[in-house]
């Protein structure tokens, strides 16, 4: 529907931007945290782009506080930052290390004198190795403890002051690339075991929400779920189907389980079928329907558009682009139900991400109609290259274009009815790409960090730093 008028964006709209432990701090090994399994990972050569690590990343650790005085200036209304857990258990459980909470703790209440409110993910996939060395780490259901047992224990330390809270980051993602494509730790693939894996873990995003009504009542939670909306490639009904299939199997499957605790039937089927689903035991299915959480968390980023593909057709997990080569990405294919083509009526990024803010309009329209529940956009933003210019400015108009696009089509769909509750920009700072380095910058400020040598890890404010700062001001009416 085309609008004469948009709606203004709510007053309290949180307007923010986002980080991630493991991306920004550094200090891998500093005042008592334990190994995590990125830790490990990075250094078995060929797994990131030019073998970079998190070891310092962008020494969030140590500078904090200018990096929340960046924020303050800017007049961010909300930070989301994730717990790295093995600061807090070295070992995944067993004894806490106060040193960690102290560090989360001065950081929130950094935010909190400057106004900022604090959004708090629980996980942001770095888990404690030593739960992977002991028992497989998501592998086993003994996770579920561990994990309820982290994150109660994150409630009691900092739910006083933290209201909003994410509990798994990228469910989807952590777990298709850890054990579908094994580009992520533990870097296993066997169809069968991913998706058991993402199984335990949603057993464990509930209880964690589970817990939550207990000791933060006036709190509000939800996962953050990596969106990608699925587009047919056609009109013809086969390609329908397609991304009909598509958007259940790499949509619904989680977000189903969030909202209403229940896999999708097609889906069920079809992995019945083959021999994988997931085996349930007695009680999951209950702990899943009680975990309703209060907003969907969506990190948008792009469509994907899907064709027919028929039973002897395209097998692949597919090719990313992990380098900044454009036109490097191969499509992926599930025989018999779908597979991803090209779509050329979008522009790409250089690592052959679709760029569609339409797109996002659709993803949150269609949420609403399935879920009816509040949206937090909990990730948004441009991965590209960035260029320091003679006189050490960075003139990133292309991001501004990329999340003012954005922006316009929360607008519409806020004008359309849906309830957005905040957009969290990634990233504040520039910071490590899991797979891409630094070159692949995506922050409102710059960090001078890169792949290799020593750099000074100053932070710049970008030409987008001054702009973002101008639309919160005006609550989004200057775009
Ligand atoms: C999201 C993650 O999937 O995408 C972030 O939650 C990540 O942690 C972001 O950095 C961008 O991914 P990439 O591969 O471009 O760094």
Known sequence: ????????????????????????????????????NWDKFVRIPGKTFKGTNGDVAVDHYHRYREDVQLMAEMGLK??????????????????????????YNNLIDALIKNNIEPILTI???DLPQALQDEYGGWESRKIVEDFKNYSITLYKAFGDRVKYWVSLNEQNIFTRLGYQTAMHPPGVKDDKLFYQVNHHA??????????????????????????????????????????????????????????????????????????????????????????K??????????????EKNPLDGVTSEGHFNNTGKKGTMEDTGVPGLFKTVKNENMERTNWDWNIDPQGLRIGLRRITNRYSLPILISENGLGEYD????????????????????????QEAITD???????????????????????????????????????????????????????????????
């Open 123 to 125: 996980y942001h996939w």
């Open 78 to 103: 909300t930070y989301r930052f994730s717990v790295s857990w093995p600061r807090i258990y070295p070992n995944g459980r067993g004894e806490v290390n106060q040193k960690g909470i102290d560090f």
């Open 293 to 306: 959480p209060d907003f969907m968390g969506v990190n948008y980023y792009q469509t994907t558009t899907y």
């Open 202 to 291: 949603s057993l464990a995003n509930a209880a964690a929400i589970k817990e939550f009504r207990n000791y933060v009542p006036d709190g509000k939670i939800g996962p953050s779920f990596a969106y990608s909306p699925a587009y047919g490639a056609t009109s013809k009904p086969e390609d329908v189907l397609a991304a009909e299939n598509a958007e259940e199997l790499t949509n619904h499957w989680w977000m189903d389980v969030y909202a209403w605790g229940e896999y999708p039937t097609a889906s069920w089927n079809y992995l019945g079928r083959k021999g994988i689903a997931p085996q349930l035991e007695d009680g999951d299915l209950e702990l899943l329907k009680e975990s």
């Open 1 to 36: 529907m085309l609008h004469e008028s948009l709606k203004s964006f709510p007053k309290d709209f949180l307007w923010g931007a986002a980080s991630a432990a493991y991306q920004i701090e550094g200090a891998w090994d500093v005042d008592g945290k334990g190994i995590s």
């Open 417 to 479: 009815g849906v309830d957005v509750i905040g957009y969290c920009v990634w990233s504040f700072t520039d910071l490590l790409s899991w797979l891409n380095g630094f070159q692949k910058r995506y922050g409102l400020v710059h960090v001078n960090q890169h792949e290799e040598g020593e750099h000074d890890l100053k932070r710049t404010k970008k030409k987008s730093f001054y702009w973002y700062k101008e639309v919160i001001a005006s609550n989004g009416s200057e775009l």
């Open 387 to 410: 260029k320091v210019e003679a006189d050490g400015s960075i003139q990133d108009h292309y991001r501004i274009h990329y999340i003012g696009a954005h922006l316009k089509a929360i």
